[in-house]
T-cell receptor, first 112, second 115 residues
Framework: KAGVTQTPRYLIKTRGQQVTLSCSPISGHRSVSWYQQTPGQGLQFLFEYFSETQRNKGNFPGRFSGRQFSNSRSEMNVSTLELGDSALYLC???????????FGEGSWLTVV | AQSVTQLGSHVSVSEGALVLLRCNYSSSVPPYLFWYVQYPNQGLQLLLKYTSAATLVKGINGFEAEFKKSETSFHLTKPSAHMSDAAEYFCAVSASGGSQGNLIFGKGTKLSVKP
């Protein structure tokens, strides 16, 4: 079974731009979560989607948004990028029956 | 609200020595607890999880962890460290409210293994 796939792996954006990151969960998993990892703040929960509905949201500004498609693939978007948005963005796929969460390799975003 | 505290941001051991990484949690409900490992420039890999079935949990790569409710701890151990164990380790607790994908992470412990 393929793991969690995130694209792109690396990207550089300029302040004020927007970015869209993509995540394909493990086949059969309908729950997808997103996390931001920075050296200063560590790993922080952004939001979770299940069956195309946002189930929970972390404490991030409205510039951070996401969505999930009918095939469970998910995207997250960050608008009006700030330098502080530079981070590793991790997508996670949940096996709800086993209560196990699997992470992808992440997307490294650098804002300059 | 749930929280996780990992004692020691850096731990250094010699190859072949015992590895002990400490994790204490705070939870108002019976917790689900996890240990993840992160190698440089990679995502998180699940080492093991506690979901109330057994207090001693065995994971991959020879790691295990023991859930101690009275101490609110879930320390990670490995009897004999290997060079390939050098990585950052994260303890996490599942947040309440039925959101299974919402984990609260500790700050992480970076493990160094000396030859």
């Amino acid at each position: 079974k393929a793991g969690v796939t995130q694209t792109p792996r690396y990207l550089i954006k300029t302040r004020g731009q927007q970015v869209t990151l993509s995540c394909s969960p493990i086949s059969g998993h309908r729950s997808v979560s997103w996390y931001q990892q920075t050296p200063g703040q560590g790993l922080q929960f952004l939001f979770e989607y299940f069956s195309e509905t946002q189930r929970n949201k972390g404490n991030f500004p409205g510039r951070f948004s996401g969505r999930q498609f009918s095939n469970s693939r998910s995207e997250m978007n960050v608008s009006t990028l700030e330098l502080g948005d530079s981070a590793l963005y991790l997508c996670a796929s949940t096996d709800r029956e086993a209560n196990t969460i699997y992470f992808g390799e992440g997307s490294w975003l650098t804002v300059v | 609200a749930q929280s996780v505290t990992q004692l020691g941001s850096h731990v250094s051991v010699s190859e072949g020595a015992l590895v002990l990484l400490r994790c204490n949690y705070s939870s108002s409900v019976p917790p689900y607890l996890f240990w993840y490992v992160q190698y440089p420039n990679q995502g998180l890999q699940l080492l093991l999880k506690y979901t109330s079935a057994a207090t001693l949990v065995k994971g991959i790569n020879g790691f295990e962890a023991e859930f101690k409710k009275s101490e609110t701890s879930f320390h990670l151990t490995k009897p004999s460290a290997h060079m390939s164990d050098a990585a950052e380790y994260f303890c996490a607790v599942s947040a309440s409210g039925g959101s299974q994908g919402n984990l609260i992470f500790g700050k992480g412990t970076k493990l160094s293994v000396k030859p």
